[in-house]
């Protein structure tokens, strides 16, 4: 179901920046009058379905103050998930915004989606009710209740009913069947009287229907002569035409003949132009064929002249590898001489480290010290721990001199404040003599404070004793008069008998002496307050007598210094115990640090040993011992690695000297050449060899070519004779000159066809058909036809002029008679109010069918959707009633219902109570709305619904709204404070506070 969560208004109405953060499943809305929750109700309106236009009659909300004017909603949607959906001031209905969770965004089409297409008045009809329909409810008297509870539980509104009832006042306004009034009863009362009038004067005047039967014999054959003319006008065209086209119906059959006559073959489509373009592909093709064997025979003799030497090129890969490599010669030469400087210099490198360490290492034993990444730490811990035992002794020699230079100054000063310390007894008799000072001080002060308050309470007791006399006086006025007026009463009562007067009159009397009596009981609260203060005075004065003399304020100024002195000595023989603390502490650590460097150094001398340095007296460094070892076994690592490489160098540079010799021998015929005259003299060579061998494969290419492109010729050759052949065969010839013979005769036919198509198109476009054309050949000639059609066409034209004449004379008599009697007068009259009454009878006939066709939806709905809506109605209508009424039960005909007590007696809607035709209108709304929930699970909104109801039928009323929440949420707005004791503090939004930001 849909479900609203937030709601935040920028501007509408009296609301600006305010928030709802939560709603429940239902919300209750509560505020006093112009608190917004019509606003509110309208804001929720406005969001899901647009601003209201501002022509409509509907109020706009439009800020005064805040140019923002909108908001936005945050609402669960099912299958969609939660959307907002905002709507600010833009377009007519305002700018829409939709987003859901998942990042689409859409405007006002996605939130028709999520409405399913639902518009405002529908949604305010089925989901959202007032006070108003209540109101309809206690208006309506009679049937006219049961049909607006009809319409109600059909489309939410009284709009059927109000419809309803206009069409049925429109029809009766026009028309009633025993009615006299009604504009059509008139009418057709008129139109009666009027046509037995005119029958009358029909009668009476003969001449004037044999005149009328003349007018239409006339009429009649006037339409037969302008049929026949007509068809002659038609028929002397058509011959007009024939005449007009005759010669090229004559030269087409002409040409027809001449066609059959020549066209005796079949002759190839474009067959001499055929014929010509072979011929000249033919001489094409054998003029190729001879240039062709011309630059053939000139390629074999060049073939001849550039034949590569294909030893060279076999060894071309190897060639090219030695000359490449040359730089390589030239680069180990380089390189042979770098490593010979190397292997000097990491020489003497090893020999100096030897003297460093006074060892003398070899290739031998220098890989047999343990220089493992383990000895490496053990190096670097020993070294570390070397270093912070030194930092750890200076700072141990520091600590001491501050902690002991520390304990002496604390020591002085705890001497100084010793000294100006107050004696124990001293101090004891200035403790005792300030706690009685300042007891009396207190009195003093209490005893001024009591004292003011008594003058106080006897300035007031004075005023209030003057103000009491006024009153006094003011009140036995009033007590005169009013027992006066009681007693004249009394008196007059027992006169005159009338007992009651009288004892109203004895009673007053008794209740003036009752309350006068008990004003002079009371005694005045500010004389028992000014007792108890005079009291209070007395016993402090007495305290105050019984003090000591003395200056209390002296006494506690060297009470206090005494306190911050003792305080001080205090804190200093704390802290000269803490800094002993310290002092022995640093003591401690000197004894722990002499223990760490014995240790040390039994750890360093083991390491040395490992190292293979037994000589001791050299002060060095166990992590310098460890890298210039390392170093040592590197240089002996890299001055082997020299070697190698050196060896190697002179491998490959004697390898590429030795190949360069053998090549410079097999192909240059010279061994003694050096390997870099060697290497371009073959290069050279080579890039000969392969220039003569691409010249000879380029020629052999070419030769390919040229035999492909004569066979090609050769091939096409053939197929342009064969289709010459084919050509000739075609045309049923035996050699060319037949063949254009034949050609000639063909262009000929061509020509008459096209000649005769241009005819036949002519002919078509002047409509003449085959039929026609047998006509224009054959028959009367076509002049003899043309003047008989038009000797017969002046002939009907004589007769239809002295038509007109004799139908003239008849109007014209006819005229004279009507001018000259009453008939005419009431003919007009009739044929007017006969167009009067018809005019009248459509406008009728539009509110009939109307009513007619809402009749029959009516039918329709009871039918198919009301029996399930009245089923949850009947239920609801049980618990709103206590089970009094059980049943809501359609009028067999029209709109209306019948309701059924639980004793099976049925009532009408206006024989109901006024509660109880309330209850059955809000159990019909309920319903209504709960039937289109699978459909539309929306929100129902409800402003004060059920506040005439008592407090039973409320609280049945909540306990079912209660059970629908479950299904869909519900919003209530109410006014009435009372209604808030039936719902929690979380469900209910008091539009009073001021906060914008409501939870």
Known sequence: MMKLIELHIYGYGKFEDYVINSFDQMQVFYGENEAGKSTIMSFIHSILFGFPAKQSAEIRYEPKKNPKYGGKIKAFFPDRGVAVIERVKGKAAGDVTVSLENGTIGGEELLKEFLMRMDKSIYQAIFSFNVHGLQNIHALKGEELGRYLFSAGTLGTDKLFNTEGLLLKEMELRFKPSGKRPLLNEKLKELKDIQNSLKNAEQQN???????????EVNNKISQLEKEISMLEQNGMKLREYKRNEKLVLEAVALDGKINLHDLSFFPEDGLKRLEKLDEQLKSIQARKLRINDKK???????????????????ETEIQSRIENLPLYEQLKQEKRLLESKLVEITEEINQLNDKLHMDFNEGNIHEINTSIFIKEQADKVQQTEQRLVNKKLELESAFEEEKKALAELEAKAEAAKEILLDEAKRKVLVKDLDLLENKERIQSELQYVM?????????????KARRRQQQKKDHTQL?????IFLIVSLWGITNGAWFLAGIGIAGLVFLLAARLKSTEKMPMEDRALSILLERERALKENLNSQPEGNAYMIKSVLAKDEEARLRHRELMIKIGQQHDRFEKVVQQFEAWEADEAQLKQRKSELLKQFGLTDLSVPIKVVDAYQLIEKQKQYFRERKRIKESLKNVIGSISEMESSLKMLAERFLHNGNLSPVEAAGLLKRTLRDAIDQNSRYRELTGKLEEMEEESLSLKKEEEVTSQEKDRLLEQAGTEDEDAFRQKAENTSLVKGWRARLEDINHQLLVSGITDEDRVKILTGIPLEEQIEENESELVKRKR???????QIADVKHKMKVLEEGGIYSELLHKYRQLQHEFTEDAKEWAKFAIAKDLLSRTIDRYKDERMPRMLAKAESFLSVLTDGNYVRIIPQVSGSGFLIERNDHVLFEANELSQATAEQVYVSIRLALAADHHDRYPFPIIIDDSFVNFDHNRTNRTIRLLREMSNENQILIFTCHRHLLDYFADNEIVNLQEKSTNIV
């Open 206 to 216: 003969d001449q004037y229907s044999e005149l009328m039967s003349t007018k239409e």
């Open 297 to 315: 025979d000139q390629v074999l003799k060049d073939l001849e002249e550039h034949r590569p030497n294909s030893e060279l090129l076999e060894m």
């Open 452 to 464: 003011d308050q008594i003058e106080s309470a006897k300035m007031k007791e004075k005023s209030e």
């Open 480 to 484: 005169f008069l009013l027992g006066s």
């Open 799 to 805: 007769e239809l002029s002295a038509k007109f004449d």
